[in-house]
């Protein structure tokens, strides 16, 4: 039992002080979805061409950090006519380059990760396009999209395929400042917190429990810490591994990278964990499903390669400006909650996220949300009534 007590207050500590940047970073998002439409975003993402993707990744970055809606909303968006690659560069922005992200990495590991976590997404990024372009022939290509197109239902396809912007005319601050802007951002706030709750909290019941059981002089031997050079290769290669194995996905895998760099894993090595939340084997799962196990496993080859190759090319930038920290000590707390600014800062904005959360029960967000996970049919026919 003390165990166990040992493991829940290292997660709850951890829970406390990444709290407020949560709130921070849906709501932010929330705004940003409320008047961007989906539709939108189909248009500018017709090819795979450089400016293309950068548009996907920064329309990625402002929508959902649940990596189980971000499957099912690239899907989508590859259904409606968006291009593969460029769907594919929208899902990693819309995972690893999200605002929430960077301020938990930031909070929990030091700014120096936020910074590689930005500097390595737009790498990955190119790293998959052009493994696309040498290995996913069109044939392929097209056989996914017949896939995709039969309407299987996954997690989280039902607020995938929702779309709650306002349709209003006017210019953004008009439209975020109306009473239809107020009610689309509280919807897409709860909607993103509910999406990304299960995964939050797997994650941080795991970081717990890694953190006060496994003794760091393991993860140092496993990790070759003792070996400078083949710990960098090495970390690149294994981090995805563990990530993929631990299930633990969306920003949830923040506190077990926190866990993994206390133990010594290398500097690209946290890097290629973080990036590897698109391959965990539920997510491997639905990939099958929505395109087929030839694509599916060209995803997985792909995506790892793509992420090991960012893990190294961070590591040597970092390295070589000097960025790299010279200490592996991520902030686990154990001392529980204290009256300090973050404590401050959690109260003000949980009181924010009560006021969204009371603007959505009060405007029909329960029905909603019960439709979350159900079919692509009935959710857009909710979609279509609200905009009605």
Not at 164 to 171: A, D, L, N, R, V
Not at 252 to 265: D, E, R, T
């Amino acid at each position: 039992m003390g165990a166990i007590g040992h493991a829940l207050a290292l997660a709850g500590s951890m829970t406390w002080q990444i709290l407020w940047a949560l709130v921070l970073g849906f709501a932010l998002s929330a705004v940003v979805q409320a008047v961007v439409g989906k539709s939108t975003i189909v248009r500018l993402l017709g090819d795979d061409r450089p400016r293309t993707l950068a548009v996907a990744a920064v329309l990625g970055a402002a929508s959902s950090s649940c990596s189980y809606a971000a499957v099912a909303l690239a899907r989508s968006l590859f259904r409606k006519g968006a291009d593969f690659t460029a769907a594919m560069a929208f899902e990693i922005g819309s995972t690893n380059l999200v605002i929430e992200l960077g301020v938990i990495l930031a909070l929990l590991m030091g700014w120096r990760f936020t910074a590689a976590e930005l500097v390595g997404g737009p790498i990955m990024i190119v790293l998959l396009a052009v493994l696309f372009r040498l290995l996913v022939r069109r044939r392929l290509v097209e056989k996914a999209r017949e896939q995709a197109d039969k309407g299987l239902a996954g997690s989280m396809e039902g607020h995938a395929a929702m779309d709650m912007s306002i349709q209003t005319p006017g210019s953004f601050w008009t439209r975020l400042r109306s009473a239809e802007g107020f009610t689309a951002v509280a919807h897409v706030f709860v909607m993103e917190w509910a999406a990304v709750l299960r995964d939050l909290v797997i994650g941080l019941l795991i970081a717990g429990a890694i953190g006060a059981w496994v003794p760091e002089q393991t993860w140092r031997g496993f990790f070759l810490t003792g070996h400078p050079v083949l710990s960098t290769l090495w970390g690149p290669i294994v981090g995805p591994l563990v990530a993929i194995l631990s299930f633990v996905c969306s920003i949830g895998n923040v506190p077990l990278a926190a866990v993994l760099w206390n133990g010594g894993i290398s500097f690209g090595g946290v890097i290629a964990f973080i990036y590897a939340d698109l391959l965990i084997l539920p997510i491997l799962i639905i990939y099958r499903r929505y395109y087929g196990t030839r694509m599916a496993l060209v995803l997985l080859g792909t995506f790892y390669v793509a992420m090991v190759g960012t893990g190294y090319l961070v590591e040597l930038l970092f390295g070589v400006t000097g960025l790299i920290p010279a200490q592996h000590s991520a902030t686990v707390r154990e001392e529980g909650i204290s009256w300090d600014y973050t404590t401050w800062l959690d109260i003000a904005f949980l009181v924010l996220g009560a006021v969204l959360v009371a603007r959505f029960a009060r405007t029909g967000g329960i029905a909603m949300l019960r439709m979350m996970g159900g079919s692509p049919d009935a959710a857009q026919e909710h979609d279509h009534s609200q905009h009605v």
